[in-house]
């Protein structure tokens, strides 16, 4: 997960969650190698009990890594709604444009901001990473 500075934040969660199985997966292999063991030499308990708490540990890291990176999307949302009406500086198609953040807009959980400069142009779609300085 990366983290735009003062803003978005690009989380790689789909190709995470292509590698990964669901509880329901789990516990269909989990059955399946107890209905397909050695009844004369059986798996032996401790090591279906060691595999349902590496699972466990990981659905609980999973769902923690999903929170934080809500809080993580949530917190750059508000320090972006915290920049209008401020001064900025941002460097946008290799210009430097100083002005007043005006607008605020949210495109696919992208903050995208618009600047009104002195002579009363507005410059749009500025990302919170394009910003350098915030007076």
């Known amino acids: ?11 790689t969660n789909q190709s995470v969650q292509n590698n990964t199985i669901s509880v329901e997966e ?12 050695d009844p004369l030499n059986p798996v032996d308990n401790r090591e279906f009990m060691a595999q349902i708490a590496q699972f466990s540990q990981l659905e609980l890291e999973r769902s923690t890594r999903d929170t934080l990176t809500e809080l993580t999307q949530l917190s750059a949302n508000t320090q972006s709604i915290g920049l209008i009406g ?11 444009h100083v002005g007043e953040v005006t607008t605020l807009r949210f495109v696919q959980n992208t903050p995208l901001l618009t600047i ?20």
């Open 116 to 135: 009104k400069k002195e002579d009363g142009e507005l410059v749009p779609d500025i990302k919170p990473s394009m910003i350098s300085i915030v007076r």
């Open 86 to 96: 401020k001064t900025v500086e941002a460097v946008f198609d290799n210009q430097k």
């Open 1 to 11: 997960m990366t983290i735009d500075a003062v803003g978005q934040v690009n989380s």
């Open 26 to 37: 789990f516990l269909n292999v989990f059955i399946t190698q107890l209905n397909y063991q």
